[in-house]
């Protein structure tokens, strides 16, 4: 018999009809009630069992973790916590799970277990609401995109460019560790490995992405990207995911509407398609909350940390003026940072950019025109200022909690400035050929911006620590299941 998803079930407004139900037992109780879950909502539904005429054998077989069948009238329910129940008139075991073993009991969880035993995680609560409201935010996307004609393009895992300069890359190759080929001079001869050159895993699709729009118009790419640096923090990963639009005869300040309307789109989207989620994950916050100190505690429910992303529009202001308001804040002049800021050109840390959305404008913040000499060689570079100094038309995205959001700028669409440019960063433009004939042939004003997806997600869900908002992290020594 086809068996009805427990969601329906339990917005069912009719009973009495034959219904069945397949899922995974939560628990068992005086031998007659089990609540079994199915993954399709975050409630279980009870069965009731007549333990009076059903086999010991098999009431013994129903423990927690066990997958089951049950079949029967779906009835009123009289007691407290449900609306409706199933009158269990069959009841099968489809695979048994023996509760000595089974690492989930009907107890609370560490987040720091869960992640250890991250292949049975997700039949908890927590991670059923944090995997739900990622596909939705996924689905969101892509919705975004495609209502504004924009082209879902994907760019190469496999790389043989380093876009951010960063360095930090995993090597792809087959060739022999124990008998690696050499040049002369000691170094790795790389025409005997499978792409005949030095690859990489890509930690960006922003440079492939270029070329596409240079001839689309409006393009994006969303696949994973990959980054060996040996961090162990929170908001680290060595493979995540990335969200790279990047449009042709956009300025900057076409580039940051087009970010801030995303962010409002796709946060709207999941408080309107997974309320029930962000409900239990605000609740879960809260609860988490209150093992903190009070200073340490957010000043904002889960629910009106998003309302403050939706409701206001992104403040926005040059880094110049940024470092002018964190310079004077309190903060810096108590030497409560833990960075001081001492001047123009220091690279912003997390407790500044938070400081500034937190508790200066108390609402998501957009910085731009960032000094030339911290940002990557791509972006377009501005008049000097009055004091002659360098800046490049950047933009990045402050929210609440997290810090940056979102990276793009204006991309350097004059050739000869973004050869110097590459000169000047040592960026081999040889190897950078096709790059350029993107500026040699029809160069044209655009810009793009780049969305770690995990950071979307964790700010949606009100996590705290990255690893918890991709089904399997990869983390230094961490590569499991």
Known sequence: MKHTRIKDLLNATEYGHQVTVKGWVKTFRNNQFIAINDGSTLGNIQAVVDFANTDESLLKRITTGAAVS????????????????????????????????????PKKHSLEFLREIAHLRFRTNTFNAVFKVRNALSFAIHQFFFERGFVYIHTPIITGSDAEGAGEMFKVTTLDFDGTPRKPDGTVDYTEDF??????LTVSGQLEGELAAMALGNIYTFGPTFRAENSNTTRHLAE?????????????????????????????????????????????LAEEEKSKPQNERSEMDLVSKLHFCLDSRFERLTYTEAIEILRQSK?????????????????????????LVEKHFKKPVILIDYPADIKSFYMRLNEPDDQGRLTVAAMDILFPG????????QREERYDKLVARMEEMGVPAEEMDWFLDTRRFGTAPHSGFGVGFERLVLFVTGMTNIRDVIPFPRTPNNAEF
């Open 195 to 200: 792409f005949g050159k030095s690859t990489n």
């Open 402 to 409: 997290i810090g940056e959001m979102v990276g793009g700028s």
């Open 331 to 355: 903060p810096n002049q108590k030497k409560q940072f833990k960075y001081p800021i001492t001047g123009w050109g220091a690279d912003l840390q997390s407790e500044h950019e938070r400081y």
């Open 70 to 105: 049950v079949s029967g009238p779906l009835i009123e329910s009289l007691g407290k916590g449900q609306r409706v129940e199933i009158k269990v008139e069959s009841l099968e075991i489809l695979g048994d799970s023996d509760p000595e073993k089974f690492p989930l009991q």
């Open 240 to 284: 995540f995911w990335m969200i790279e639009p990047e449009m042709a005869f956009y300025e900057l300040e076409d580039n940051m509407d087009l970010a801030e309307e995303l962010l409002k789109y796709v946060i709207r989207f999941a408080l309107d398609h997974c309320p029930d989620e962000i409900e239990f994950l605000k609740n879960r």
